[in-house]
């Protein structure tokens, strides 16, 4: 089974932050992205990659960025945290092209202060 | 502008009967259709594909349809069970090729014994 890996269940971080969401996954997938998930709102994209060193904005980009460096990890950065950005975050991974399935971790929910 | 409509009032319903969830889309063309589940607290989990092509999909006790003339896809649980209890979360394809999702806002599913 696809594993997807977040490193952390909560985070409490306050806001002007500089705060690291790290991803990983076991499946040697090309396509990682990062989402948010809010009440009334749902799961809007962040940003996404379908290749290392790869990424493309998502519907919501400001306020993040990404890296890539290794075809595993996925790393959604918050270069100065709001609270406006507190929020359930989930990454998923899926395989190259076509119409695969995205498969997730289990979310990271974030609180800014 | 683009929308993907699903009910957004909890689905009650008693154990043993088909649940029916409708998922509407304007201004998309997906060549497929996607449908997820998400339990409190847990990243979504794919369930079913269906490709533009195909009018219906069964797995197990769930099927859905897709209906590119009415741009809507159905999503049915026949002899419903308390843990089916969960948010089902369709997604289609928002641009040809790419494998990015939209995804509809969730419509929550409760069984009752």
């Known amino acids: 089974d696809v594993k997807v890996t977040q490193s952390s269940r909560y985070l409490v971080k306050r806001t002007g932050e500089k705060v690291f969401l790290e991803c990983v996954q076991d499946m040697d997938h090309e396509n990682m992205f990062w989402y948010r998930q809010d009440p009334g709102l749902g799961l809007r994209l962040i940003y996404f990659?379908?290749?290392?060193?790869?990424?493309e904005k998502g519907d919501i980009p400001e306020g993040y960025s990404v890296s890539r460096e290794k075809k595993e990890r996925f790393s959604l950065i918050l270069e100065s945290a709001s609270t406006n950005q507190t929020s359930m975050y989930l990454c998923?991974?899926?395989?190259?092209?076509?119409?695969?399935?995205?498969?997730f971790g289990d979310g990271t929910r974030l609180s800014i202060l | 502008s683009q929308k993907i409509e699903q009910n957004s009032e909890a689905l009650n319903i008693q154990e043993g009967k088909t649940a029916t969830l409708t998922c509407n889309y304007t201004n998309y063309s997906p060549a497929y259709l996607q449908w997820y589940r998400q339990d409190p607290g847990r990243g979504p989990v794919f369930l079913l594909l269906?490709?533009?092509?195909?009018k219906e999909k069964r797995k197990e006790r769930l099927k859905v349809t897709f209906d590119t003339t009415l741009k809507q896809s159905l999503f049915h649980i026949t002899a419903s069970q308390p843990a089916d209890s969960a948010t089902y979360l369709c997604?289609?394809?928002?641009?040809?090729?790419?494998?990015?999702?939209?995804f509809g806002k969730g419509n929550q599913v409760v069984v009752i014994p």
């Open positions: 998923a991974s899926s395989r190259g092209q076509g119409s695969q399935p995205q498969h």
């Open positions: 997604a289609l394809e928002s641009t040809r090729g790419n494998n990015r999702l939209a």
């Open positions: 990659s379908y290749d290392v060193k790869m990424k």
């Open positions: 269906i490709r533009e092509n195909e």
